[in-house]
């Protein structure tokens, strides 16, 4: 299926990284794209770049509604494809997580998702056909310490996934999980304003690897020497709304592959290793 103006596709999280690579190549690709991002700032931006946008902060039950409002009435009800990749990533050790900080990291991972998703299966399932892509990562299959705040809620995103796809067997719906590894977005820069906002580190027994997560982001160096850019994501993304049976999976870099494999190969406590040596 090649990219085709009347197939309208909405985007979240587009300000920057992924969700800013996939909506230039949908664009290029022929797609009607509706570009969404929080802020004012941002949105401007993408206006100027000559994209149709809607203010979006999944995070908030009103803005969806309002959002997909907004999209029914400029396409007609004739919605194609969502991409579910607006996300954010808490870090921290899972004892100095607290409970509203968790609920935060759920609200815009997986509540707001699971919102944007059954609104826009309305609109798919009155056409009979529609794609939905999750932005997941390889985190949401393999855990490791000091983000699993964030790798919760790409689990959870996992299953409900998982059973939807499931779900809409037969309907002409497909969904599709892109599990990325190490991608050169700005996720350190949220995760250390997140970091600052949701932990108290001061008494934390894990002080001493905070300091060398802290001084590993302050270097600016790549988050690891297998990290790709924003681009190779929005490639996959690409292939899973034009196949015409997509896959159920699509993972992204070197390190997401080999995790997979050792997944399924290794027993737990050699897993264990492997992700403590990783991480």
């Not at 309208?8 to 230039?24: E, F, K, M, N, P």
């Not at 664009?27 to 100027?48: H, M, P, W, Y």
Request: proline share 4%; aromatic share 6%; net charge positive.
């Amino acid at each position: 299926m090649a990219g085709d103006y009347n197939k309208s596709v909405l985007v979240t999280g587009c300000s920057s990284g992924i969700g800013r690579a996939t909506v230039d190549l949908l664009k290029d690709s022929g797609f009607r794209v509706f570009a969404t991002a929080r802020t004012r700032e941002d949105i401007e931006e993408l206006e100027q770049a000559g994209y149709e946008t809607i203010s979006l902060d999944v995070a908030d039950p009103q803005s969806v509604r309002n959002c997909m409002v907004e999209v029914d009435q400029a396409c007609e009800g004739k919605l194609f494809a969502l991409v579910n990749n607006a996300g954010v990533g808490q870090p921290g050790a899972l004892e100095d997580v607290t409970r509203e900080t968790l609920e935060k990291q759920f609200q815009v991972n997986v509540f707001g998702c699971h919102q944007l998703t059954r609104l826009s299966l309305r609109l798919m399932r009155k056409q009979g056909a529609g794609r939905i892509v999750q932005m997941s990562s390889m985190l949401g299959f393999v855990a490791m310490p000091y983000i699993g705040a964030y790798s919760a809620s790409k689990y959870a995103l996992e299953g409900l996934s998982d059973t939807l796809r499931l779900e809409l067997m037969g309907s002409g719906i497909f969904v599709s999980l892109v599990e990325p590894g190490p991608i050169e977005t700005r996720f350190r820069q949220t995760a250390t304003s997140l970091f600052a906002e949701g932990i108290t580190a001061g008494g934390s027994p894990h002080q001493q690897a905070y300091q060398k997560m802290h001084d590993r982001y302050k270097s600016g160096k790549s988050v690891s020497k297998f990290a790709l850019g924003p681009e190779k994501v929005a490639d996959v993304v690409l292939k899973a709304i034009t196949s015409k049976r997509p896959r159920a999976r699509y993972r992204v870099t070197t390190p997401a592959v080999l995790s997979a494999v050792l997944k399924r190969l290794l027993p737990t406590w050699l897993l264990d290793k492997a992700m403590l040596r990783i991480g």
